[in-house]
C-alpha cells in the first residue's frame, strides 16, 4: 500500500439528467476506485459505464498535463510545452492587444456544458469578459427551446418530480432513450411498471427504451405536435377531457376545441406517420388513465419548430388534469427547481453592466467566418466544450476555426478537435481533481464534489485559470480573485425557502441533500401557475408577442416532411445523429480504447432505401447535403423507418475515415424560440462510395 486510505464523496459533472453520487479511494495521493455512492436516494450506488472507467481518463497517458503551444498548422495537433507564465503572458498580451485595436466584442468566451457545475462550468468567466467589454456567448444549443416552449403555456418549466414515476400508472417518455442517457430513472420506472404501470415510448428510433417498453409509437421526425393535436383532437370529442380541472385552471379551452377539430387521426397520420388507428388508442389510453406521466428531455427540441413541440406537450396533462395526481403531468428537467434558489453573482456590485452583443453557441461557424461582422472575432477563448464536433455545419467551424488571424485557446483535458486548432492548449483538472456544487436537472437533489486528489501534473481547474488571466492581464478588481469557496458561497442563496436545511457543512459533509420542497410535490394540483392569467395557456399572449400563432399549431420545417419540395428532391432523406452508445457522452470519452465501441461510425438505414440506392450492408456509402458528404459504412436495421437514416453522434475527425463528422451535415438554423438549433432537420441522400 503507497499510503493512507481515505475515501472522498463527489458528484459526477457530465451533461446528464442523473448527476449521480459516488465515492472516491484514495492511496496516499493516487484514486485507485471510483464507484456510486449507495447512499444517494436517486442514483443508488450506480454509475453509468463512462463513468465507472473515469479513473482512466484521469490517469490516461494522452491527457493534457503542461501547456501547449502550436509548432504546426492549424488542426495538425502539433504542439510543445510551454511554462505557464509564458503561456498566461502571451494570452494577455494577444488579448490586450486585439482588443486595442477592434475593441472588447473582438474576443469571445466559449463553453458549454462538459463540466456542468455552479462554478466550474461558467462563474469568474463572466465576471472577466464582462470587464474586458467581450462578446457575450448565449449558451443556448441545448434545453434553452424546450424551457422557453413549456414556459409559454405553464409561465414555468417546472414540473413533477421524477422519483414520483412509480407512482404512475401511464408513463409516455417522449423523444427520450431513458436507459441510455438517463439511466437511473429507469429502476423507478421498472417500479411503476411492477405496479401495473404501461410504458409508452414515442421516438422517431426504435431504441434500447423502445425495445424495453409495453408500447412503441414511431412518428417520423419533428412531426410530433401533429401527433399531439390529434390525440387533443379525439380527447376532446370523445369527452375525456377534465372539465372540472380545465374549467377552474385553463385558459381557451374553446379556442383549442375549435383549433383541433380539424386535426383528425387521419390528417396527423398522413403526416407524422403513425397509423390514425394508433393515434386514437393512444389518446384513449391516456385520457383514461390515471396518473399519467410524460417523461421528456431535450432531443425533440431540435427542430426548427421545437418551441412550439414542446409548446403543445405542455397542453396535454392539462386537458386530462393529470396534475392533480402524485405521479402525473410532466417532468422536463428538474434543473429550474435548483435555478430558482441561486443567486446571479457572476456580475456582482460594483461591476456595472455587461451590455455588449450576443452571438449564438449553435452558429460558430458563421460567426467565424462572417466577413460582415463588426468588429470580427479575433480571439477566441474555449472550456468546457468541443465545438468541432459537437455544433452543427461542423466544416463551417473548422473553417473558421482554421483562420490565420484568429488567437484560440482551448482549456482542455485531452487534444480534442477544437484543440487542434488552438494556438495555446492549456491542461484542465477533471471532476476528481476541483470543488464544485452540482445541480441536477433529472432529479431534486443537490451535490457537493470534492476534490479527491491535487491536480495531475500541470493541470488547473476552470475558476483557477480564470483567477490566473485576470492576474497576467493587470486586473485589480477583488470580485475576480474570489475563492472556490467563496463563489459557492454567493451563488447558494441558502436563505431561500428550497434551502432550507441545506448549509455549506451539511451539503459537504453528506455529499448529497435533497431541495427543501413538498413532499409529494403537486406543484399545479390546485392550479396557481405563474402566467399572466395563473393558469395553463392554451391561447398565449406571449407567444404571440414571441411571433408564434396564440394557439400551438404544427407547421412542417423547411428540412423536414412536408418542407420545401426542390431540397426533398435532392435530398430526400432526413438524417437523425442519436446518441446511440453508452460508452460516451456527446464528445467526451470516443477516443479513448475502454468507451468506444467497435467498429467506429456508420449511417444506418432502412433496407427498403438501401436497395432503391443499390446499396450493400457493410459497404462504403457516401452520405451527403449541400453542407458537407461523409464517407461511412451502411448499416441495415429496423430502428429507423423508411426516408429516415442515422449517424451516431461523438465520434472525433480522428475516428471517421474522410475526418468529417457527423454534424459536417448537421442544420445550423435555429429554432422558433429560445436560441436552439435545428439540428434534426437535415435532409441528405445517400449513395454507393
Known sequence: MSGPVRTVLGTCHHDCPDSCGWVVTVEGERAVRLRGNPDHPYSRGELCPKVNRLLDRVYSPDRVLTPLERTGAKGEGRFRPVSWDDALARIAGEWTERIARHGGETLLGYFD???????????LDRRLFAVLGASQHDATICGSTARHGVTLTNGTGLGADPMDIVHSRFIVLWGTNTRLTNRHLWPFIEQARAAGATVVVVDPLRTITADGA?????????????????????????????????????????????????????????????????????????????????RTLIGAEHH???????????????????????????IRSSGTWT???????????????????????????????????????????????????????????????????????????????????ADLVLPATTQLEHLDVVPAWGHLYLGWNEPAIAPVGEARSNTEVFRSLA???????????????????????????????????????????????????????????????????FVSAAAAAAGLDPLPDYRPAREGPGGDAELLGRYPLQLLTPKTHPGFLNGTYSVSPRHAPPGGPFVELDPTDAAARGIEEGRPVV?????????????????????????????????????????????????????????????VEVRPA
Open 113 to 123: 456544458a462538459g463540466t456542468q457545475g455552479l462554478i466550474q462550468m461558467t462563474s
Open 214 to 294: 409495453d408500447w412503441f409509437i414511431q412518428p417520423l421526425p419533428g412531426t410530433d405536435t401533429a401527433l399531439m393535436l390529434a390525440m387533443m383532437h379525439v380527447l376532446i370529442a370523445e369527452d375525456l377531457v377534465d372539465r372540472a380541472w380545465v374549467d377552474a385552471h385553463t385558459l381557451g379551452y374553446d379556442e383549442l376545441a375549435a383549433l383541433v377539430a380539424g386535426w383528425s387521426p387521419q390528417r396527423a397520420s398522413a403526416i407524422c406517420g403513425v397509423p390514425d388507428e394508433e393515434i386514437e388508442r393512444f389518446a384513449r389510453a391516456y385520457g383514461t388513465a390515471r396518473p399519467a406521466m410524460i
Open 304 to 330: 426548427e419548430h421545437g418551441g412550439e413541440l414542446f409548446r403543445t406537450m405542455a397542453v396535454l396533462p392539462a386537458l386530462v388534469g393529470a396534475w392533480r395526481d402524485r405521479g402525473g403531468g410532466l
Open 339 to 421: 435555478e430558482e434558489a441561486l443567486i446571479d453573482t457572476d456580475l456582482p456590485p460594483g461591476a456595472g453592466r455587461w451590455e455588449t452583443r450576443h452571438l449564438n453557441m449553435a452558429q460558430l461557424g458563421r460567426v467565424l467566418t462572417d466577413p460582415d461582422l463588426a468588429p470580427p472575432v479575433t480571439a477566441l477563448y474555449v472550456w468546457n466544450a468541443n465545438p468541432a464536433v459537437t455544433a452543427p455545419a461542423a466544416e463551417l467551424t473548422r473553417r473558421g476555426l482554421a483562420r490565420d488571424d484568429l488567437f484560440t485557446v482551448v482549456h482542455e483535458q485531452f487534444l480534442t478537435d477544437t484543440a487542434r486548432y
Open 471 to 537: 492576474a497576467a492581464l493587470g486586473r485589480t478588481e477583488p470580485w475576480l480573485y474570489d475563492s472556490d469557496e467563496e463563489l459557492i458561497a454567493q451563488r447558494l442563496d441558502l436563505g431561500h425557502e428550497r434551502m432550507q436545511g441545506i448549509t455549506l457543512d451539511s451539503l459537504r459533509a453528506a455529499g448529497f441533500q435533497r431541495l427543501a420542497v413538498a413532499d409529494p410535490l403537486l406543484p399545479y394540483a390546485e392550479g396557481n401557475f405563474p402566467t399572466p392569467s395563473g393558469r395553463v395557456e
Open 623 to 683: 452520405v451527403h447535403n449541400d453542407r458537407a458528404s461523409l464517407q461511412l459504412v451502411a448499416r441495415f436495421s429496423g430502428r429507423v423507418r423508411p426516408g429516415v437514416v442515422a449517424i451516431p453522434f461523438g465520434w472525433w475527425q480522428e475516428q471517421h475515415p474522410d475526418g468529417r463528422t457527423a454534424n459536417a451535415l448537421t442544420n445550423d438554423e435555429l429554432a422558433d424560440i429560445g436560441g436552439g438549433v435545428a439540428f434534426s432537420d437535415t435532409l
